[in-house]
């Protein structure tokens, strides 16, 4: 059986290797991010990363993250929540409510629905433009030919203003390719932010330009079954 570091340990094991694979790519390790990702997590296991300091983390669903972390809020002003899993439109209100970053916007009815909620909240959360770098039909995302078009459109019919771009690799590739599409797609649609690479790839994505990671079971261990 595979040893499960406690977070405070497995935390400073991947921010050094984060700023290992910055360094050999010739970039500042202060410009990565890295997303604790605590989708099903044990609460234990989420008090033990906030002890360890961490105050970025992602979630997938919206109801989940609303009752993680609705009350945690008041005791830590310094969390950064980051929406990582699709969003359906009935729910752009209370992830907006939530949120400080949505990673995954990918079509204009979700921004028209984003944009409402954030007239109706007084809330502007950053905003990614979801990629679907290996075009799989069983995935959400903007197609690559699309990428730059579609910011432009958030930008110039809907005034959001787009951080980044982000994307989840086809399991069967190399996530190299991937990650090195999504900077070149960034680069074509003016945008800065790259959310790519996961526990498994999350250095190759970082020297590939990533600026943030989102990290799950390399952090946590292995989510428990429901």
């Avoid at 996530?175 to 800065?192: D, I, M, N, Q, T």
């Amino acid at each position: 059986m595979t040893q499960v570091l406690p977070p405070h340990e497995a935390r400073e094991l991947i921010l050094s290797r984060i700023a290992a694979a910055a360094k050999s790519a010739g970039r500042d390790p202060g410009e990565v991010t890295l997303v604790a990702v605590s989708k099903k997590q044990p609460e234990a296991r989420i008090e033990a990363a906030l002890a360890a300091g961490q105050r970025v983390f992602g979630e997938n669903r919206v109801q989940e993250a609303e009752a993680r972390w609705a009350q945690r809020r008041a005791a830590h002003d310094d969390l950064e929540l980051r929406l990582v899993g699709p969003l359906q439109t009935n729910k752009a209100d209370a992830a907006v409510a939530l949120f400080d970053v949505i990673e995954t916007l990918d079509r204009e009815k979700l921004a028209k629905a984003l944009v409402k909620a954030m007239e109706k909240t007084g809330r502007s959360p950053r905003l990614y433009v979801q990629v679907n770098t290996g075009e799989e039909d069983q995935k959400a995302g903007v197609a690559p030919a699309e990428t730059a078009g579609f910011v432009e459109r958030m930008r110039r019919d809907y005034g959001l203003a787009i951080e980044g771009l982000m994307c989840i690799p086809p399991v069967e590739e190399p996530a190299s390719l991937h990650f090195a599409l999504l900077a070149r797609l960034a680069r074509e649609a003016g945008v800065e932010k790259l959310s790519m690479g996961m526990s498994a790839d999350y250095e190759t994505a970082v020297r590939l330009g990533a600026t943030s990671v989102r990290v799950g079971s390399a952090l946590f261990g292995p989510r428990e079954s429901a």
